[in-house]
Nanobody, 115 residues
Framework: VQLQASGGGLAQAGGSLRLSCVAS????????MGWYHQAPGKQREWVAG???????YYEDSVKGRFTISRDNAKNSVYLEMNSLKPEDTGVYYC??????????WGQGTLVTVSS
């Protein structure tokens, strides 16, 4: 399985970005998926998850600002990020949620939020 995240970039505080992740070589529709954030110098942490039937869950710091969605036909999961804050800076990865992760996390996509 390969996970390819994209859509990161530089944004100003208060701005928005939309991340995408495509999972190839897997039965994507049968897996809950999540987005994970690794801030500079810190461990990777879960930020949002979405079940097979589309129910979504969020870490408290992103509730009301981030929205996770999925398109099973495209083997894709998305993260709409609004009202960005400097602390949102880091590399974002997608993978299964909450565990049973695919071995290869891919390179992720870098988000940099300037104040």
């Amino acid at each position: 399985v390969q996970l390819q995240a994209s859509g990161g970039g530089l944004a100003q505080a208060g701005g928005s970005l939309r991340l995408s992740c495509v999972a190839s070589g897997s039965v994507f529709s049968g897996s809950a998926m999540g987005w994970y954030h690794q801030a500079p110098g810190k461990q990777r942490e879960w930020v949002a998850g979405i079940t097979v039937d589309g129910t979504s869950y969020y870490e408290d710091s992103v509730k009301g600002r981030f929205t996770i969605s999925r398109d099973n036909a495209k083997n894709s999961v998305y993260l709409e990020m609004n009202s960005l804050k400097p602390e949102d800076t880091g590399v974002y990865y997608c993978n299964r949620d909450p565990t049973n992760w695919y071995d290869d996390w891919g390179q992720g996509t870098l988000v940099t939020v300037s104040s």
